[in-house]
């Protein structure tokens, strides 16, 4: 069983639309949780962490935790083609105090 | 802000060189990480350190190894470089788990190719 799972892409959202972004995760336990955007070339770079069950916003991005379901996701409102990235899903393990990423949904914002 | 430098951006090696590959970070971090990333493979951790001197295997330890003499610098070695260790190398650092904050920061990453 994988254990930050997400869906490859790529994911198409017209410019200004929200775009959605759903990551599932095998360890119960976990209590913390990341999002990263990459772009092509580049390195990770952290978007939000969020550690309670509920919404959390920053500006165009609210991320979303349900431990109950082992699930969290990530909206990009008013969504811009520099939004056109890679995102990274990452669950600390309560186990072991790993990081572990999922690997990646690409996101395409058309203009 | 977090600022993680890796020492070079671009690397072409031969096969069987030693290989070092440097990462500093300038903000006190306790923790520091050593991924490789592949397409399709995502990102998988070769070692970290939780403090100097220490170190930890991660997933994929074999043909790497690590230093870390002082708390800003993590350094990795690629024994003898090979093929299969062609790949995107990244850098990570953060504070301890017991930090209400453990969001690592990557460097800009660095791209060996092993000829």
């Known amino acids: 069983q994988k254990e930050v799972e997400q869906n490859s892409g790529p994911l198409s959202v017209p410019e200004g639309a929200i775009a959605s972004l759903n990551c599932t995760y095998s360890?119960?336990?976990?209590?913390?949780f990341f999002w990263y955007r990459q772009y092509s070339g580049k390195s990770p770079e952290l978007i939000m962490s969020?550690?309670?069950?509920g919404d959390k916003e920053d500006g165009r991005f609210t991320a979303q935790l349900n431990k109950a379901s082992q699930y969290v996701s990530l909206l990009i409102r008013d969504s811009q083609p520099s939004d056109s990235a890679t995102y990274l899903c990452?669950?600390?393990?309560?186990?072991?105090?790993?990081?572990?990423f999922g690997k990646g949904t690409r996101l395409h914002i058309l203009p | 802000d977090v600022k993680v430098t890796q020492s070079s951006r671009y690397l072409v090696k031969r096969t069987g060189e030693k290989v070092f590959l440097e990462c500093v970070q300038d903000m006190d971090h306790e923790n520091m990480f050593w991924y490789r990333q592949d397409p399709g493979l995502g990102l998988r951790l070769i070692y970290f350190s939780y403090d100097v001197k220490m170190k930890e295997k991660g997933d994929i330890p074999e043909g790497y190894s690590v230093s870390r003499e002082k708390k800003e610098r993590f350094s990795l070695i690629l024994e003898s470089a090979s093929t299969n260790q062609t790949s995107m190398y990244l850098c990570?650092?953060?504070?301890?788990?017991?930090?209400?904050?453990?969001?690592?920061?990557f460097g800009p990453g660095t791209r060996l190719t092993v000829t």
């Open positions: 969020i550690y309670s069950n």
């Open positions: 990570a650092s953060s504070l301890p788990r017991d930090f209400s904050s453990y969001e690592q920061y």
């Open positions: 990452a669950a600390l393990m309560n186990r072991d105090d790993k990081i572990i």
């Open positions: 360890d119960r336990g976990s209590q913390s």
